[in-house]
């Protein structure tokens, strides 16, 4: 319904009580310092809030399709949010003033955007997309790895690969879940038809990758090993 409640864990207290977007909120981000709270909505609008004052400090409605992600970089400077057409913008959370618009169904997503995670450390933002490709993109706004993962194997999809039209129209399962891991310069991509790809970032270079026997909706990194536990829909 487009309310957000902030709990303390501790005592159980609600801390603020927060309204804005008018649809279904699709995902929430903390900034890094804890005291800055960003979501998107199906209205096409994304909101950034100081707590526990709750005081609005920006609503970006540029977008003008559903907001399906969104993350603060490593610095904390700048929110990344992505839509439904398959743009990236990266903007400031204080003024709203837009740095970086990224569209381009070729070299970019050409489907709605689903997933995505940013370096920490690093300027690379990672997006996935429903048509199983995920792109590796500087915050200059250089898409340097665009990758087709689909049916246990991951293809170069990049404008110059030449990839067959016949192959990139087949149907694909959406890439559902995208992670940086915290060290060790790895992302891991995870999509419905139960593949689990781990690459190389510093090498570019496929690390591993398997198909699991159901599709994979969630991935997390363990904080200080190469681990990933993901969940499935079986």
Not at 16 to 27: H, N, T, Y
Not at 100 to 113: E, G, N, R, Y
């Amino acid at each position: 319904d487009g309310g957000i409640r902030v709990w303390n864990v501790e005592t159980g207290a609600q801390v603020v009580a927060l309204e804005g977007p008018s649809e279904e909120i699709f995902w929430l981000a903390w900034h890094q310092k804890g005291d800055v709270l960003a979501c998107g909505s199906a209205d096409g609008t994304a909101w950034v809030w100081s707590i526990p004052s709750g005081q609005l400090l920006h609503c970006e409605g540029s977008h003008g399709c559903p907001v399906t992600c969104g993350a603060f970089t490593a610095d904390g400077k700048f929110m990344v949010t992505c839509s439904e057409d398959g743009c990236m913008r990266v903007w400031s959370p204080k003024n709203g003033e837009i740095k970086l618009t990224v569209q381009d169904p070729v070299a970019f997503h050409a489907a709605p955007i689903t997933s995505l995670s940013i370096q920490l450390g690093g300027d690379a933002i990672c997006t996935a997309s429903a048509d199983g490709i995920i792109c590796l993109t500087t915050l200059s706004g250089r898409t340097f790895t665009r990758l087709l993962v689909s049916g246990g194997n991951a293809i170069n999809a990049a404008p110059s690969a030449g990839i067959a039209d016949d192959l990139m129209q087949q149907e694909v399962a959406p890439v559902e879940a995208i992670s940086f891991s915290p060290s060790h310069g790895l992302l891991a991509a995870a999509a419905l038809d139960g593949t689990l790809l781990v690459w190389d970032v510093l090498n570019s270079s496929i690390r591993s990758i398997s198909q699991e026997s159901a599709g994979i909706t969630q991935l997390v990194w363990h904080p200080t090993l190469p681990v990933i536990l993901a969940s499935s829909l079986d």
